[in-house]
């Protein structure tokens, strides 16, 4: 039997109103309701969107993130200072302090001279990192960015890479000075190439955990300035661990500067086994950054101040 046309058209009604009656009007605002669509048309809001599946999903992440990643890029380079400032000081410790090195220690005092320049100054480097997370945290900026399609993932992604390609020229500006300047030996290339890529992920991994946990720009530099000349005192990158108390050598390798500073050292030897070793844990360290910064982000940003 073939359904009456005025019963379907009051079904569709009721379907439509709820519990109101065919004859009584839809409200404007249900009546023009967008459905279902990909974007302007009924698509939800970041917080309560539906995860997305397929291939069309991983593109539109990795488009969001290369975007991301671009104008992260152009803004550290709108303001070069601290970049320039950790690409040329480094060279100037390194002059400095080469001559007190090779007077002490012979011809291997030129290593010796170039990581603890290293070493000191990519510590010094986190902050490059955790102060462009905070300043998005200051001036709420974050906030509209999350309300967007952008994964937590995409905006830490986002802001870490551009800070670890600074990171890289720094190694290779620092690295291939000694090596072409001052004729440091390098036995094993492929060695320290994974030295300084697990020292780059960790010191990215500590300082974006410190840029999302911190509340202040005063909190941020006292963490870096402490911690900074901590980890380097502990990690025997400026003064040789044999010339400190003993104290300070048994406490040394809960520094992750210790464990790069001995990676580069058996990498420019050669050494496979304590790099390796030197390696995992920095990239340990990495990972419990990492893991730190997502939870936090996660969670909602903390109140952050601009002072």
Known sequence: MRPDPDTADRNTADRNT??????????????????????????????????????????????????????NTAVMLHEPGPLIGRLVMPLILLLALRPLYEEAQGPGGTGEAVVGSLVTFSLLAMSIVGSSI???????TWDRLRATPVRPAELLVGKSVPVLGMLAAQQVLVLGFGVVV??????????????????????LGMGTAVGV?????????????????FFTTLGGALVPLSTLPGWVREVSPVSPGYWAAESLRHAAAGDAAPTLKGVG?????????????????????????AV
């Not at 279902?36 to 291939?55: H, I, K, N, V």
């Not at 905070?134 to 709420?140: G, N, V, Y």
């Not at 492929?190 to 020292?199: F, H, P, S």
């Not at 893991?291 to 940003?301: L, N, P, Q, S």
Request: proline share 7%.
């Open 18 to 71: 709820g519990e109101r009656g065919a004859g009584e009007p839809v409200p404007a605002a249900v009546a023009d309701r967008p459905g279902p669509g990909p974007r302007g048309d009924g698509a939800p809001e970041m917080s309560g969107a539906r995860p997305e599946r397929g291939t069309s999903a991983r593109r539109d992440g990795l488009l969001r993130t290369g975007v991301l990643i671009r104008h």
């Open 134 to 140: 905070l300043s998005e945290r200051a001036w709420r």
């Open 182 to 203: 001052f004729g440091m030996p390098v036995a094993a290339p492929g060695l320290l190439i994974a030295a300084c890529a697990a020292w780059g992920l960790a010191l």
């Open 213 to 229: 946990l911190v509340r202040s720009y005063g909190q941020l530099s006292a963490v870096f300035d402490i911690g900074g000349l």
């Open 281 to 305: 844990v920095l990239l340990a360290v990495a990972a419990a950054g990492a893991a730190t910064a997502a939870w936090r982000v996660a969670r909602g940003w903390g109140r952050a101040t």
